[in-house]
């Protein structure tokens, strides 16, 4: 009776592979997908029309077309793969497990949030977390993470975003840069190389807004990561607009110092991030309670937003 029931449940493998041929109408995009082979992908087509005794194909001068048969055999499997996933990824949010797995921005990560995380530990000893790199939003499912640090908007697909803290800047350089280059007015910034960042790409024009500053400005070089536009600054290049928390030290030290002193607050601000699939997970809930409370502590009367659901 089982080997009976065996013949009618092809293996996963030939079913995402006809899910992907079917969706795509191509052997070779679905091999892409999957990143198999096109004739790792035929073989599994051909083992699954063997098995169940049908054609769910014909193929054409434009690649492959679902038969009669084929088209409603894609729709059933379709829903069911989707329903899978759906229940594998409630299975991991609600697993007995002791690891968290969280996707950190490195000059965040570095400056404000490792010198926290001994309290988290002490305070949550059997956690281990598992630290990764993410600039940007990215696919959760199928990452293997259980949360992330973003900054942004609150408009992360699928998620809920719990808010952290704003973001203040102020335009930097180094102490070299500003004796060879003196700034009399913010306007003098107009016509001095100022640094982008690639996640911030309006910030100097609403820095500029906010004074009633219009017109041109000069170019500059663009940044991924704050770690390096600040070693540009310090290398005397130009001029960047940075968060003030991220860049203590080197004000303190005389490392940097401010182009203008009108600090103004970004469009951008800081989230944890959760997929809606994994909100029962306990250790990224017990970090979620941990680093709302240090962003209260740490911002005090700034913090001023909610979490979103997307």
Same mark, same amino acid.
């Not at 913010?186 to 500053?213: C, G, N, T, V, Y």
């Given at each position: ?159 809920? @975003? ?10 930097? @350089? ?58 540009? @600054? ?77």
């Amino acid at each position: 009776m089982l080997t009976h029931q065996r013949r009618f449940l092809p293996s996963t493998s030939a079913l995402a592979a006809f899910d992907s041929v079917a969706k795509l109408g191509s052997f070779s995009a679905a091999a892409n997908e999957l990143a198999l082979t096109q004739g790792a992908i035929s073989r599994q087509i051909s083992l699954l029309e063997d098995q169940l005794g049908v054609k769910l194909f014909e193929r054409t001068n434009r690649g492959v077309e679902l038969t009669a048969i084929g088209q409603t055999y894609a729709k059933g499997i379709g829903d069911a793969l989707a329903t899978i996933r759906t229940l594998s990824l409630e299975a991991m949010a609600t697993r007995d497990d002791t690891h968290l797995r969280l996707a950190i921005l490195p000059t965040f990560g570095t400056r404000w949030l490792m010198p926290r995380i001994p309290d988290f530990l002490k305070r949550n000893p059997a956690v281990i977390i598992d630290f990764a790199t993410r600039i940007g939003q990215f696919e959760f499912e199928g990452s293997g993470l259980d949360a992330a640090i973003h900054i942004g908007e609150p408009n992360w697909p699928g998620t809920e @975003c719990q808010f952290l803290m704003q973001e203040f800047v102020v335009p930097v @350089c180094s102490p070299s840069f500003l004796a060879e280059n003196p700034i009399a007015s913010p306007q003098d910034l107009l016509s001095k190389p100022l640094f982008d960042m690639a996640s911030r790409p309006r910030a100097w024009e609403h820095w500029f807004d906010s004074l009633d500053i219009a017109g041109g400005r000069g170019g500059g070089m663009r940044f991924e990561q704050f770690s390096n536009v600040v070693q540009a @600054c310090l290398a005397g290049l130009g001029i960047a607009l940075v968060p003030t928390f991220l860049i203590e030290p080197e004000l303190e030290n005389g490392q940097l110092v401010r182009a203008w002193n009108h600090e103004v607050k970004s469009s951008s601000a800081y989230y944890l991030v959760r997929p809606l699939s994994k909100m029962a997970y306990g250790p990224a809930t017990a970090f979620s309670h941990w680093i709302l409370d240090q962003a209260r502590e740490f911002t005090g009367p700034r913090r001023d937003q909610g979490p979103s659901k997307t």
